[in-house]
Every structure is written in structure tokens, then in C-alpha cells.
């Protein structure tokens, strides 16, 4: 089992960038695949993107591609995601999961969740 907690959400003009962090308890990070998910106010929650265990494989939601860079470092048990040229419709509460399986879009494919940060993006 893992236990997970995001750091790093806030208050962000259009056009700002903010990086958001997931830790992880344990011994076996390196072990789990992991992913971002937002939920914005109102809507289904949705996903953003997902990391293999290495960091060689990425899978990007179309409406991030090119904007959000995710990233990992094993040795701190840590994920990163770098959010530029954010838009007022990024604001939600960002998760970080975490999943045995491979790379994958699937929300129920990610049975540990951590809590959640805000992103608040002002126009």
C-alpha cells in the first residue's frame, strides 16, 4: 500500500505556471505507475496524465499536451507537474494516484489516491 500527499496548489494569473508535488510513503514507489486527475467545480473528475514507473513513458490528456510536463524521482518517492501557460479552465483540485498497472487513462485502474491540492487559475 501506498500512501499519497500533494503539495504545491494556489492562486495563478492566466498565463502563470505552478508546479505541483506528490509524495508517497513506502519503499515502493518506484514500483507503482502513477497519474494526475482533476476534478474542477461541478464537473466528473478527469484525467490529466500518467508516468510509468521508470518515467519513460508518459500519457497526456489532449487538453494539457505541450502545456503540463510530469516528471518523477524515484530516490525522493516524489512526482512532479509542472503546469505553464495555465488557463482559468485548469482550475480544479489536482490528485496524484497511483496504480500497479501499466500507464493507463482509467480513473478505477488507480485504487490509492491522495487528497487533493487546489489550482486556482484567475483570468
Known amino acids: 500500500q501506498v500512501q499519497l500527499v500533494e503539495s504545491g496548489g494556489g492562486l495563478v494569473p492566466a498565463g502563470g505556471s505552478l508546479r505541483l508535488s506528490c509524495t508517497a510513503s513506502g519503499r515502493t514507489f518506484c514500483t507503482y505507475t502513477m497519474g494526475w486527475f482533476r476534478q474542477a467545480p461541478g464537473a466528473e473528475r478527469e484525467f490529466v496524465v500518467a508516468?510509468?514507473?521508470?518515467?519513460?513513458?508518459?500519457d497526456y490528456a489532449d487538453s494539457v499536451q505541450g502545456r503540463f510536463s510530469v516528471s518523477r524521482d524515484n530516490a525522493k518517492n516524489t512526482m512532479y507537474l509542472q503546469m505553464n501557460s495555465l488557463k482559468p479552465e485548469d482550475t480544479a483540485v489536482y490528485y496524484c494516484?497511483?496504480?500497479?498497472?501499466?500507464?493507463?487513462?482509467?480513473?478505477?485502474?488507480?485504487?490509492?489516491w491522495g487528497q487533493g491540492t487546489r489550482v486556482t487559475v484567475s483570468s
Open positions: 494516484a497511483a496504480t500497479r498497472s501499466p500507464v493507463t487513462k482509467t480513473e478505477s485502474m488507480y485504487p490509492y
Open positions: 508516468i510509468s514507473w521508470s518515467g519513460g513513458n508518459t
